[in-house]
């Protein structure tokens, strides 16, 4: 599979979003949904974007980074009915208009930026390539090992939230969108790590029965 190649001025840009995104979640650290997870989803979208021959990879990976900012603002008003990916979307508005550095992207190019964040929790959110991309590429972080782990972080002290948890991954496994996205999980097994877990966790709540 051919590798995608970006020239300088968008690699440029990368380096100081990845920067500016990992600045702000060192500031403001948020459970299961920070740089980390940013990172993966990151590069789960460029492999997707690769696999499924996206019209605009570069975007594709770009959103990766973008798509969760909003989960910081969500920490600080914990309690508000704000949700993480409208707060995203206003936030990236703001950027696009104070940060000189996104002069790099044409009207059109933020517009689909938008879009994507915005509607990346969407499955009829369709109109661009990068929204499904950055949906799966998510989705896929909920997987293998690093989505445990996560849940775990999230769910702590919730063993219900925890069990629902797993039946939500195994539904999002369902609505992957692209071929790629599946053969990744596929080629990874990132639905064993679950399938442990929920196994595990089940098995725990067997007891002995008594006449």
Not at 29 to 50: E, L
Not at 63 to 92: C, F, K, T
């Amino acid at each position: 599979m051919k590798e995608i190649i970006y020239n300088k001025a968008q690699q440029k840009l990368l380096a100081s979003v990845k920067a500016k995104v990992k600045q702000l979640f060192t500031e403001t650290p948020v459970p299961a949904h920070g740089f980390d997870h940013i990172s993966r989803v990151a590069a789960w979208a460029r492999q997707i974007a690769r696999g499924a021959k996206a019209k605009k990879p570069f975007l594709c990976e770009l959103v990766g980074w973008l798509h969760d900012i909003g989960r910081v603002r969500e920490e600080i008003l914990s309690g508000s009915n704000h949700e993480h990916h409208e707060l995203s979307y206003q936030m990236l508005r703001g950027w696009f208009k104070n940060d000189r550095q996104f002069d790099l992207l044409i009207r059109a190019e933020k517009i689909e930026l938008l879009y994507a964040v915005r509607y990346h929790w969407n499955h009829a959110a369709r109109k661009y390539d990068t929204a499904w991309i950055l949906r799966d590429a998510d989705k896929l972080d909920g997987f293998g090992i690093a989505g445990v782990k996560r849940a775990r972080e999230a769910f702590k002290g919730d063993e219900e939230a925890f069990n629902q948890n797993f039946r939500y991954q195994y539904s999002n496994y369902l609505q992957l969108e692209t071929k790629c996205a599946i053969l990744l999980v596929k080629r990874y097994k990132l639905l064993k790590p679950l399938e442990s877990a929920y196994f595990q966790y089940l098995r725990s709540k067997i007891e002995p029965i008594k006449l």
